[in-house]
């Protein structure tokens, strides 16, 4: 569903500066004999992907939690990485482009890890034929985001390969960050009791690339999310920093992946609200009509993020208050089931 189908190595470990060499390798659980479009959909296939084949090979013996970023100590010095790709058909839709997507995508990965987007290096990888103006409207795209993001672009690589070899453009993007003070992202640290926050509508984005495309047959005024959370982010650690247990933005696999992957990952269970889900009609309908569900449709601008209770009035009111928050909700809860996600409807 989603347009990120990058390349799921983008899910960062903490990095242990002790491990300077891995002599010997843990074993491989990674078994698939192909890999398949499954793999790169951001659900079960993905993660099993990462765990089972990149984490135990790439990161060392005993990596730390997957996320969005990695944070590293140089010299004393903790700073933030993380590394995105972007691919999406067609380049530009309503909303949005490529171009700008790999900004906002990349400062978000950094946002919800709990750091603010200092530089930003990307990578082009054109085919062959692409017309100049296209190329050209793209990198304004990404220039525009990133002056609006407020993130500095300082460097970058292209490539070009056979016509026929691409899907006209691939951007690939390396993120740095620094951390916002007083935030600690750590699914570990989600307790029973918590409160699940989400700030705005979900699944405009998967939507509209597949009114984009061509491939549903309705029309709607329906525009893709893509933005940059970051004042978002910086309005709930301002409001409610130290209540502030995890964060993600739920791109592939939506909603409903991002929080099966924090239950697994913290051992409790969720209990989301399906009437306090802001989900526009539009998406609602294309949903029906397709037999999807908005919990599993690709987002570009919003977040997830799992609060203490006793911050969570705060919270609200905070994103209620910044820009493009309005639409701010306390979706669910923390309860003590084990590694589940439920659906709770009204009453």
């Known amino acids: ?78 700073i933030a990485i993380t590394a995105d790709s972007f691919v999406v058909k067609p380049l530009s839709f309503p909303g949005g482009s490529i171009g700008e997507l790999a900004v906002n995508g990349t400062v978000n990965d950094l946002a919800v890890s709990g750091a603010r987007a200092e530089a930003l290096v990307c990578t082009y990888i054109l085919e062959a034929g692409l017309p100049s103006e296209i190329l050209e409207a793209e990198v304004r795209a990404m220039a525009n985001a990133a002056r609006k993001a407020g993130v500095r672009i300082t460097g970058g690589d292209t490539k070009v390969v056979e016509h026929g070899k691409a899907d006209r453009m691939y951007i690939s993007t390396t993120g740095i960050g620094t951390p916002i003070r007083g935030v600690k992202v750590d699914p570990h640290s989600v307790r029973a009791g918590d409160k699940v926050l989400l700030s705005g509508p979900i699944g405009d984005h998967g939507i509209t690339i597949l009114l984009a495309r061509g491939e549903l047959d309705m029309e709607a ?91 969570a009035d705060a919270a609200i009111n905070a994103l209620s208050l910044a820009p493009g928050g309005s639409e701010a909700q306390v979706i669910g809860e923390v309860r003590e089931q084990r590694n589940e996600l439920h659906r709770a409807a009204q009453g």
């Open 1 to 78: 569903m989603s347009d990120r189908e990058e390349d799921e190595l983008s899910g960062a470990t903490s990095v242990n500066p002790a491990v300077s060499s891995y002599a010997e390798f843990p074993p491989i659980r990674f078994r698939d004999s192909q890999i398949e479009m499954a793999h790169g959909a951001g659900g079960k296939a993905s993660r099993k992907l990462v765990e089972g084949l990149f984490a135990p090979l790439l990161f060392g013996p005993a990596p730390g939690p997957l996320g969005d970023a990695a944070v590293v100590d140089i010299n004393g010095a903790k």
């Open 221 to 311: 005024d329906l525009r893709s999310d893509t933005r940059s959370v970051l004042p978002l982010v910086e309005a709930l650690a301002s409001a409610a920093g130290p209540g502030i247990r995890w964060m993600r933005d739920p791109t592939r696999g939506g909603t409903a992946t991002s929080l099966n992957e924090l239950a697994r990952d913290c051992g409790l269970g969720i209990v989301l609200r399906e009437e306090k889900i802001p989900v526009r009609d539009a998406v609602r309908g294309a949903c029906e009509l397709l037999g999807l569900d908005p919990l599993h449709i690709a987002n570009e601008g919003q977040f997830l993020a799992v609060v203490s209770p006793e911050y």
